[in-house]
T-cell receptor
Framework: GAVVSQHPSWVICKSGTSVKIECRSL??????MFWYRQFPKQSLMLMAT?????????EQGVEKDKFLINHASLTLSTLTVTSAHPEDSSFYIC???????????FGPGTRLTVT | QQQVKQSPQSLIVQKGGISIINCAYE??????FPWYQQFPGKGPALLIA?????SEKKEGRFTISFNKSAKQFSLHIMDSQPGDSATYFC???????????FGDGTTLTVKP
């Protein structure tokens, strides 16, 4: 299957700082990428959908000023958690959609811990 | 309103047995139904997917059965192995509409 990478795989940051997570589709062009958050033993919670070259569409309840998403190219999307707080600690997973054939692939996830 | 309902929440199967996980959807516009396998601390991995024009798709030990009239689809894992122990998510989406709707997940434990 197609490969989606995420970097970093884990990060620890202090409260009040910002953290950037990168998501890359390595062997296909992704016009659409998704960012999810997952709490322990729970399903995937969609945070936002990003399309290359346009503003991201955020799900209800997700603060767009706190979770900045940039889809800079057909292979790269970034999520920046601004002014992080301990409650932002979570497992963040990106996903990239391939159009032909239509399939959605996930990255390995990033474990964020805010101290 | 939950558009994709997955059951059971957890499942314990003996090695060599058949694991069956079920999903039901509501939106008849959905036309893509994948299953994902997730191990602890890892991202979900696409396992197998089906479209509504076929009733069954098999890849190795994994089979999707699809019932369009009942709006249900299921994942069958034949000859289940301890290495299959993971959380499985079903999903549904409209091909040209972007985001997928996920089930709540099923934690499968295969006992040796």
């Amino acid at each position: 299957g197609a490969v989606v990478s995420q970097h970093p795989s884990w990060v620890i940051c202090k409260s009040g700082t910002s953290v950037k997570i990168e998501c890359r589709s390595l062997d296909f062009q992704a016009t659409t990428m998704f960012w999810y958050r997952q709490f322990p033993k729970q399903s995937l919670m969609l945070m936002a959908t990003s399309n290359e070259g346009s503003k991201a569409t955020y799900e209800q309840g997700v603060e767009k000023d706190k979770f900045l998403i940039n889809h800079a190219s057909l292979t790269l999307s970034t999520l920046t958690v601004t002014s992080a707080h301990p409650e932002d600690s979570s497992f963040y997973i990106c996903s990239a959609k391939r159009d032909i054939p239509y399939e959605q692939y996930f990255g390995p996830g990033t474990r964020l811990t805010v101290t | 309103q939950q558009q994709v309902k997955q059951s059971p929440q957890s499942l314990i199967v003996q090695k060599g047995g058949i694991s069956i996980i079920n999903c039901a959807y509501e939106n008849t516009a959905f036309d893509y139904f994948p299953w994902y396998q997730q191990f602890p601390g890892k991202g979900p991995a696409l396992l197998i997917a089906i479209r509504p024009d076929v009733s069954e798709k098999k890849e190795g030990r994994f089979t999707i059965s699809f019932n369009k009239s009942a709006k249900q689809f299921s994942l069958h894992i034949m000859d289940s192995q301890p290495g299959d122990s993971a959380t499985y998510f079903c999903a549904a989406s409209k091909t040209n509409a972007g985001k997928s709707t996920f089930g709540d997940g099923t934690t499968l434990t295969v006992k040796p």
